[in-house]
C-alpha cells in the first residue's frame, strides 16, 4: 500500500494552502498522540508507590520503601534512550520517506505503550520487565519530533513561522491534557487500561498518518518551497519521489557547526530538565500536598494536573508571537525562562493556600516554563535547519532538530531522575533544582542576546563575532521561491 492515501487527496486538486492545512492537522495530531502516551506514568505513580499516601498497597516492585527511586529509574530508562535514539533518528528522517519512519515510530510507540499495561492484567512484578518496555518504547517515541518538523519545514518557509508554530506545538498540551484525562478517566478499572487507551490512539493516529500525510510538497504534484533550482524548473505533473528518497541529507558534525545549533541545544537541556520534571511528577506532587488543607485523590490530581499544559498553550504562542514581532528568538527564550523561576517559587509557597491559587499559579508557571521550550524545539529548530548556509537544502530539517531536541532530552531524562531521589528529602529542594536549571537555561543564551541587542541598537559586532541569529531569527513562513 503505497500512496493510496496521497492518490485519494490529489484527485481533489486540493490547493497548496489547503495542502498545507491539512499537513498541520495531521502532524499536529500525531505528535499530541505522542505526548499522550506519555502521560500514564505520570497518572499511574501513585498507585504503584503509595508509601506517602493514605493507599493501603501499591504494586510490587514499585510498592516498597525505594518506589519512588525505581519510578524515577523507569522514567531515565525512557528518556535516556528517547535522547540517543533521537540522534540517531534524526539522521534517518532525513533519510528515509518521513511518512513510513513517522508511522513506523506511532505504532511501535503504541505496542510498548500497551505492553507495560498488560504487566497489570499479566500480573507481572518484575522491575526489568516494566524497565525494558519503557526503554523500548523511548526508542520508537523518538521518531516523532524530528519527522513533525520537518515535514512542517518541508511545506512551509519562513514568514511568521514563531507564530504558526507556536499555534502548532499546542499539541504537545494538547496531548499531555488528553493522556491525562484518559488515563484519569479509566483508572477506577485498574492502572493497565491508563496505558491501553493511550496505547491505542497512538496507533490509531500511526494508521492516518501512513494513509494520509503528504511529508514533502513534491509527493503531491508541487514544488518545493525552498528554492531547489531543480525543483523550481519544473513542477511535478505525477507523483514525484524527489520529495521522499533524492536529496542528500546533512551530517551531525556539518549540522553541529551550524551557528546557533549548540547554544540553543544546551538551553533546551535545562529547559527540558524543568518542563519534564512537571511532566512526569507534578500528578504526583499534587497527591502529596495538602491544597485548602486538603489532600485530593489521584484521579483528580490527574485532572487538575492539566491546567499546567493549558499554560503551556499559551505560552508557546505567545512566545511565537512575540519573537516573530520582535525578530529576537534568543531575548524572547532567556526573558521567559527568568520570569518562570519566581513563579515556581510563588507555586510551591502560595499554590497550597487554595484550589483558585493552585490553578492560576500552576497556569503561569507552565506559560513560563513551556513558552521557551515550545520556541526552541519549533521555530529554532526550524529556522537553523533550513539556514542560509544549507543552500537550501531541507534535508537537514530532521537531524538539526534532532540534536537540538536530542540534547534537551538529556535534561529531560535527568530531571525526573533526580526528582525520584530528591523528593525524597522534600519536595523545596525538587523546585531549587528547578529554579537552578531555568536560570542556567536563560544565561547559556548571552551570547545570542547580546548579538540580538547589538543588531536591534544598531551597533556594529566585533571583527569576528557573527550574528547566529541573523538568519534564523527573521520575520519567517514566507516561501522562499
Known amino acids: 500500500m503505497s500512496k493510496n492515501g496521497f492518490l485519494l487527496i490529489r484527485g481533489k486538486e486540493w490547493s497548496l494552502n489547503t495542502h498545507r492545512y491539512t499537513v498541520l492537522l495531521i502532524t499536529f495530531v500525531a505528535y499530541a498522540c505522542y505526548h499522550a502516551s506519555r502521560k500514564p506514568t505520570g497518572i499511574v505513580k501513585s498507585v504503584l508507590c503509595p508509601e506517602h499516601q493514605r493507599a493501603r498497597q501499591g504494586w510490587r516492585p514499585f510498592n516498597g520503601h525505594d ?14 534512550c528517547y535522547s540517543v535514539g533521537m540522534y540517531v533518528a534524526g539522521h534517518l528522517g532525513d533519510t528515509l520517506d518521513l511518512r513510513l519512519f513517522l508511522a513506523t515510530g506511532m505504532v511501535g510507540s503504541g505496542i510498548f505503550v500497551g505492553l507495560f499495561g498488560m504487566g497489570y492484567f499479566w500480573n507481572v512484578h518484575e522491575f526489568w520487565f516494566y524497565l525494558s518496555m519503557q ?21 512551509f518557509g519562513k514568514r511568521k513561522r514563531g507564530l504558526i508554530m507556536g499555534v502548532w506545538n499546542a499539541h504537545t498540551s494538547v496531548g499531555n491534557i488528553s493522556g491525562s ?12 487500561w491508563s496505558f491501553l487507551v493511550p496505547a491505542a490512539f497512538i496507533i490509531f493516529g500511526g494508521i492516518i498518518v501512513y494513509l494520509f500525510l503528504a511529508a514533502y510538497p513534491e509527493d503531491v504534484g508541487f514544488s518545493s518551497i525552498h528554492g531547489d533550482e531543480e525543483a523550481q524548473r519544473r513542477r511535478s505533473v505525477g507523483l514525484s519521489r524527489e520529495g521522499s528518497v533524492s536529496k542528500k541529507s546533512i551530517g551531525l558534525l556539518d549540522a553541529c557547526l551550524i551557528p546557533g545549533v549548540i547554544p540553543f541545544a544546551l538551553c533546551l537541556f535545562f529547559a527540558k530538565l524543568v518542563a519534564y520534571t512537571f511532566l512526569y511528577w507534578l500528578p504526583f506532587y499534587l497527591t502529596q500536598t495538602e491544597i485548602g488543607g486538603k489532600y485530593i485523590s489521584v484521579k483528580s490530581a490527574g485532572n487538575l494536573s492539566t491546567m499546567f499544559d493549558v499554560g503551556g498553550i499559551v505560552g508557546g504562542i505567545l512566545a511565537g508571537y512575540i519573537s516573530d514581532k520582535l525578530n529576537a528568538r534568543a531575548i524572547i527564550a532567556a526573558s521567559f525562562m527568568y520570569a518562570a523561576i519566581p513563579a515556581m517559587l510563588l507555586y510551591r509557597h502560595y499554590g497550597s493556600v487554595s484550589m483558585n491559587a493552585n490553578i492560576g499559579l500552576m497556569i503561569v508557571t507552565g506559560l513560563l516554563v513551556n513558552g521557551p521550550y515550545a520556541l526552541i524545539t519549533t521555530a529554532v529548530s526550524a529556522d537553523l535547519g533550513t539556514h542560509s548556509s544549507l543552500k537550501g ?23 525526573p531522575l533526580l526528582t525520584g ?22 544565561l547559556l543564551l548571552s551570547r545570542l542576546i547580546m548579538a540580538e541587542i547589538a543588531e536591534k541598537t544598531g551597533k556594529t559586532l566585533s571583527s569576528g563575532q557573527q550574528n547566529p541569529q ?7 513562513l514566507e516561501e522562499e521561491r
Do not use: C, H
Open 470 to 476: 541573523a538568519t534564523a531569527s527573521q520575520p519567517l
Open 181 to 192: 484525562l484518559l488515563a484519569a478517566s479509566v483508572l477506577d478499572y485498574g492502572w493497565g
Open 135 to 155: 526503554m523500548i518504547a523511548g526508542m520508537f517515541q523518538a521518531t516523532g519530533w524530528p519527522s513533525v518538523v520537518a515535514v512542517i519545514g518541508n511545506w
Open 393 to 415: 537544502d531541507s534535508r537537514a530539517l530532521a537531524t538539526v532538530t534532532a540534536i537540538i531536541d536530542g540534547t534537551g532530552s538529556v535534561g529531560a531524562a535527568l530531571g
Open 421 to 442: 531521589f530528591i523528593s525524597t528529602k522534600g519536595w523545596d529542594q525538587v523546585f531549587t533544582m528547578l529554579i537552578i536549571g531555568a536560570f542556567i537555561a536563560g
Open 67 to 80: 518506589g519512588t527511586s525505581k519510578l524515577g529509574e523507569i522514567d531515565v530508562a525512557f528518556l535516556a
